[in-house]
């Protein structure tokens, strides 16, 4: 990005997007960064990294670009997860809701995050693949509970329908805003 794109935004948010491999965390950025027809029944392992942005107008006077870093699940990128979570401000943890081992590994995630920021910051619990009811394992009650004993918001969502993907991602984005401008954030679960 070169200085005059640079200087395009009042507030640049980062947040991480993790869970474990193949629960549906490009297939969710696509859909919030590129709209619905971006879904594909098959993609490619996240190997490491990839770094999605898309511009939001969260308030009337500022722009703020929300830069969401898809983090690779497998276990290969243990040692590479520190850098990449450096300067986070919120995120995303993933759940595929046809994998109950994925929910058990949720709150590794979450501790991952929290050790090697120092801190908790802001984050959303998606159960992810929602419209594969009849292939659940996970019972929704189950995750929403851990989402309220932890004060993280749960939203069930499905990449492949849109389900509650623009609002996990943007009430996340304006819960982030809100705390660096120094004004409550709305809570809400969804």
């Not at 859909?31 to 879904?39: H, I, M, R, V, Y």
């Not at 995750?143 to 004993?149: F, L, S």
């Not at 623009?166 to 409550?184: C, E, M």
């Amino acid at each position: 990005m070169n200085a005059a794109e640079n200087k395009l935004f009042d507030f640049k948010l980062k947040v991480i997007v993790i869970g474990d491999a193949a629960v549906g965390k490009t297939s969710l950025i696509k859909n919030f960064t590129k709209g619905l027809s971006a879904f594909e029944t098959s993609t490619k392992a996240t190997l490491g990294m990839d770094i999605f942005t898309v511009p939001l107008q969260i308030s009337k006077i500022n722009k703020t670009q929300l830069n969401l870093w898809d983090i690779g699940g497998g276990s290969r990128f243990n040692d590479l997860r520190t850098t990449f979570y450096q300067g986070t401000q919120g995120f995303i943890a993933v759940v595929d809701v046809t994998r109950f081992e994925t929910f058990k590994h949720l709150p590794t995630w979450i501790k991952e995050v929290e050790e090697i920021l120092g801190k908790r910051i802001p984050g959303n619990i998606l159960a992810n693949k929602s419209d594969l009811e009849d292939f659940r394992t996970v019972p929704y009650k189950e995750i929403e509970n851990y989402a309220k004993r932890q004060n993280l918001t749960y939203y069930r969502t499905s990449a492949r329908t849109g389900e509650n993907v623009n609002k996990s991602f943007t009430w996340l984005a304006r819960k982030i805003y809100k705390l660096l401008v120094g004004a409550p954030p709305k809570i809400g679960v969804s």
